[in-house]
């Protein structure tokens, strides 16, 4: 049963915009930093972004400029804003918690992007 439940995923044409969700369906203990992963064809695993409890943001190179992550501490939730879509950021997208009793996964949600 997924402890995360990844939302927002599709089909866009390059240029165009999507916003992911991402919510916990059991509580937590701290939740130190959320983040998403992608994980393209052929290609291995890689941190898109990711956002501290005290709202400190990290994001790769290739997204930068382009992709915002949020996150509600209240809620345990995360979210990811991503503009100006590349055919190259199709793959599917995990929410990721680290937490005080380790680490946690959602399910993913492909994002396809058409050239």
């Known amino acids: 049963q997924a402890q995360l439940v990844e939302s927002g995923g599709g089909l866009v044409q390059a240029g165009g915009s999507l916003s992911l969700s991402c919510a916990a369906s059991?509580?937590?203990?701290?939740?130190?930093?959320m983040g998403w992963y992608r994980q393209g064809p052929g290609k291995e695993r890689e941190l898109v972004a990711s956002?501290?409890?005290?709202?400190?943001?990290n994001y790769e190179d290739s997204v930068k400029g382009r992709f915002t992550i949020s996150r509600d501490n209240a809620k345990n939730t995360v979210a990811l804003q991503m503009n100006s879509l590349k055919p190259e950021d199709t793959a599917v997208y995990y929410c990721?918690?680290?937490?005080?009793?380790?680490?946690?996964w959602g399910q993913g949600t492909q994002v396809t992007v058409s050239s």
């Open positions: 956002i501290t409890r005290g709202g400190s943001t």
């Open positions: 990721h918690f680290s937490t005080m009793g380790g680490d946690y």
């Open positions: 059991r509580s937590f203990s701290v939740i130190t930093v």
